[in-house]
């Protein structure tokens, strides 16, 4: 059975760095694109990155130069690691599986950047 | 990166049939097929729908169909349930490696 978990989320000051984990069973991270995407409260899903079996990454604009997708293929883990965080950062982040179409998703953690 | 444009709420009463549209341009909607819908119930990840414009995944009903028209995808459900009240999303690859969403559907099943 597929599961994606996430965990790393919580409070954070305006600046911070945060690092969020996408745990992985079911399947091999790196043999599949993996997406996250954030939905701030209230609001619609955005797309923040993807990262390729091959290993390419990219990323939307607002994140650009400041967020990291990674994976560890011994651990089966997806990875987000957020820089010089802001307050429009704040959101759930999901882990999906999947590029253009994301057929299993993460519960979710959240990220507040709060001072 | 602009969002997909979306109405903000579409409503219709069970048994009914009802339609969501998707908005883009020829770098998105319009050039690729690789349209996805999505639901999402509050305080729900999302779960997909429909993907490639039109194909349902194991598991969906076969209520739910999805087309596409030049830059406008949409998503129709038909023999509307209270069930399928809900947000519904829709996203699309983008030149140059990049997804967009769009903005967000809220279904009210009166």
């Known amino acids: 059975e597929v599961q994606l978990v996430e965990s790393g989320g919580g409070l954070i000051q305006p600046g911070g760095s945060l690092r969020l984990s996408c745990a992985a069973s079911?399947?091999?991270?790196?043999?599949?694109?993996m997406t996250w995407v954030r939905q701030a409260p209230g609001k619609g899903l955005e797309w923040v990155s993807f990262?390729?079996?091959?290993?390419?990454?990219f990323y939307a604009d607002s994140v650009k130069g400041r967020f990291t997708i990674s994976r560890d293929n011994s651990k089966n883990t997806l990875y987000l690691q957020m820089n010089s965080l802001r307050a429009e950062d704040t959101a759930v982040y999901y882990c999906a599986k999947g590029d253009t179409a994301h057929d299993y998703w993460g519960q979710g953690t959240l990220v507040i950047v709060s001072s | 990166q602009s969002a997909l444009t979306q109405p903000a709420s579409v409503s219709g009463s069970p048994g009914q049939s009802i339609t969501i549209s998707c908005t883009g341009t020829?770098?998105?909607?319009?050039?690729?097929?690789?349209v996805s819908w999505y639901q999402q119930q509050p305080g729900k990840a999302p779960k997909l729908m429909i993907y490639?414009?039109?194909s349902r995944p194991s598991g969906v009903s076969n209520r739910f169909s999805g087309s596409k028209s030049g830059n406008t995808a949409s998503l129709t459900i038909s023999g509307l349930q209270a069930e399928d009240e809900a947000d519904y999303y829709c996203?699309?690859?983008?030149?140059?490696?990049?997804?967009?969403f769009g903005g967000g559907t809220k279904l009210t099943v009166l």
């Open positions: 990262i390729y079996s091959g290993g390419s990454t």
């Open positions: 490639e414009v039109s």
């Open positions: 996203s699309s690859y983008r030149s140059s490696n990049t997804l967009v």
């Open positions: 079911g399947f091999t991270v790196s043999s599949k694109y």
């Open positions: 020829s770098s998105d909607v319009g050039g690729y097929n690789y």
